[in-house]
């Protein structure tokens, strides 16, 4: 395993539903991040939280909402989704002064 | 920003043989790249990095090649056996940014 964990592993709602998506790493990072990863397309980074700081917003649509609380936990709430949203969330953190990207095992997201 | 292309996306070996993706990227400043390995029902996981002081870097059965001027690099992996078989992802990143842009993904498949 990575040090990287990720609950639910999978997840159906509707889209009048809010739900969380929530990741924890172990590995003592300063840096973590929420990509998206779609069929037949890259993954594609959405938020980038360095020091419990939000450094990059990718053009989010507001509907997604990053929270970090501290340097160990990223929360992903999530709002009105769209079927086109349904997607593998995948989690993961880093050192603030390396590149080297430890991945958590995502959450399979169904919008209905 | 950065362009991260991959080629081929499928490539299917015998078990034994040589497997080579390639990833070209188009910025010059871009300083890090890494490749990862993503099994079924998994997250992606780092199996070789390089960093642009270096040309070559080599893991067991797996290497990776870099050549700055022409702006690509590759992954290659000699003997492949049926566990190989995954998708395979390279990145880009560099230049100030932690930021992680990655290729659209190769599935390689290890034929018994």
């Known amino acids: 395993e990575t040090g990287v964990t990720q609950t639910p592993r999978h997840l159906v709602m509707g889209m009048t539903n809010k739900k969380s998506l929530k990741c924890e790493q172990h590995?003592?990072?300063?840096?973590m991040y929420w990509y998206k990863q779609s069929a037949k397309k890259p993954l594609e980074l959405m938020f980038v939280?360095?020091?419990?700081?939000?450094?990059e917003n990718n053009s989010v649509p507001s509907r997604f909402s990053p929270e970090c609380p501290n340097s160990s936990h990223l929360f992903l709430h999530l709002h009105t989704l769209q079927p086109e949203d349904s997607a593998l969330y995948l989690c993961?953190?880093?050192?603030?002064?390396?590149?080297?990207?430890?991945f958590g095992p995502g959450t399979r997201l169904t919008v209905l | 920003g950065e362009n991260v292309e991959q080629h081929p996306s499928t490539l299917s070996v015998q078990e034994g043989d040589s497997a080579v993706i390639k990833c070209t990227y188009s910025?010059?400043?871009?300083?890090?790249f890494p490749w990862y390995k993503q099994e079924l029902g998994k997250g992606p996981q780092l199996i070789i990095d390089?960093?642009?002081?270096?040309g070559e870097k080599k893991d067991q059965r797996i290497a990776v090649t870099l050549n700055k001027t022409a702006k690509h690099f590759s992954l290659h992996i000699t003997e492949t056996q049926p566990e190989d078989s995954a998708v395979y992802f390279c990145?880009?990143?560099?230049?100030?940014?932690?930021?992680?842009?990655f290729g659209k993904g190769t599935k390689l498949t290890v034929n018994p």
């Open positions: 910025d010059s400043a871009s300083n890090y």
């Open positions: 390089i960093r642009s002081n270096v």
């Open positions: 993961a953190s880093s050192r603030g002064d390396h590149n080297e990207q430890f």
């Open positions: 990145a880009a990143s560099g230049g100030g940014s932690e930021k992680l842009v």
């Open positions: 590995l003592g990072h300063n840096a």
């Open positions: 939280y360095s020091l419990e700081e939000r450094v």
